[in-house]
């Protein structure tokens, strides 16, 4: 469309400002990403407990829970960012990191539950490899990864030029 004309008590927020809330939005839509990730990644998780619990290779449990530990640091990284948002204060960078971390934490959980799973694992019948496929979007929707990574890097960057200045 070209040479479209608003009426002015129709124009959401200010002209020439657009761009701006969409980054908004953006940044805000992070952090629900990252709690979307976090459920598929604890949904995995949780699918395969059961089956790890009763399965052994060698005469020994199959499985090591390290995921469960990386699982809570990528919910406490979306917690912080979430308070900080709804504390009014920045929240882009942890926005951010909890978005990236998150999203590595669904593809790494659900890639290991599969392989704790075996065969069973990749089947229709586990709910496990519907976690592998949902997760994949998280690296890439409301900013892929190196976009996160480019965020994040250039707001450390910033804080680190202003601290150096004072």
């Given at each position: 469309?070209?040479?479209?004309?608003?009426?002015?008590?129709?124009?959401?927020?200010?002209?020439?400002?657009?761009?701006?809330?969409?980054i908004d939005i953006l940044n805000e839509g992070r952090i629900g990403i990252a709690a979307?990730?976090?459920?598929?990644?604890?949904?995995?998780?949780?699918?395969?407990?059961?089956?790890?619990?009763?399965?052994?290779?060698?005469?020994?449990?199959?499985?090591?829970?390290?995921?469960?530990?990386?699982?809570?640091?990528?919910?406490?990284?979306?917690?912080?960012?979430?308070?900080?948002?709804?504390?009014?204060?920045?929240?882009?960078?942890?926005?951010?990191?909890?978005?990236?971390?998150?999203?590595?934490?669904?593809?790494?959980?659900?890639?290991?539950?599969?392989?704790?799973?075996?065969?069973?694992?990749i089947t229709k019948e586990i709910p496990v490899e519907k976690y592998y496929r949902d997760?994949?979007?998280?690296?890439?929707?409301?900013?892929?990864?190196?976009?996160?990574?480019?965020?994040?890097?250039?707001?450390?960057?910033?804080?680190?030029?202003?601290?150096?200045?004072?």
């Amino acid at each position: 469309m070209e040479n479209l004309k608003i009426p002015a008590n129709r124009l959401l927020g200010k002209i020439g400002e657009g761009y701006k809330y969409a980054i908004d939005i953006l940044n805000e839509g992070r952090i629900g990403i990252a709690a979307q990730m976090i459920g598929l990644a604890q949904g995995a998780f949780d699918a395969t407990l059961p089956y790890l619990s009763e399965r052994k290779q060698f005469g020994k449990p199959i499985g090591e829970f390290q995921i469960a530990t990386e699982i809570e640091a990528a919910r406490l990284l979306t917690y912080n960012a979430a308070r900080l948002k709804e504390a009014g204060e920045p929240f882009i960078k942890e926005a951010a990191m909890a978005k990236l971390f998150s999203s590595q934490i669904a593809e790494r959980a659900s890639s290991k539950c599969i392989e704790w799973m075996g065969g069973i694992g990749i089947t229709k019948e586990i709910p496990v490899e519907k976690y592998y496929r949902d997760c994949k979007i998280g690296a890439i929707y409301e900013g892929t990864s190196n976009i996160q990574l480019q965020t994040i890097a250039k707001i450390i960057s910033k804080q680190y030029s202003n601290s150096s200045k004072n």
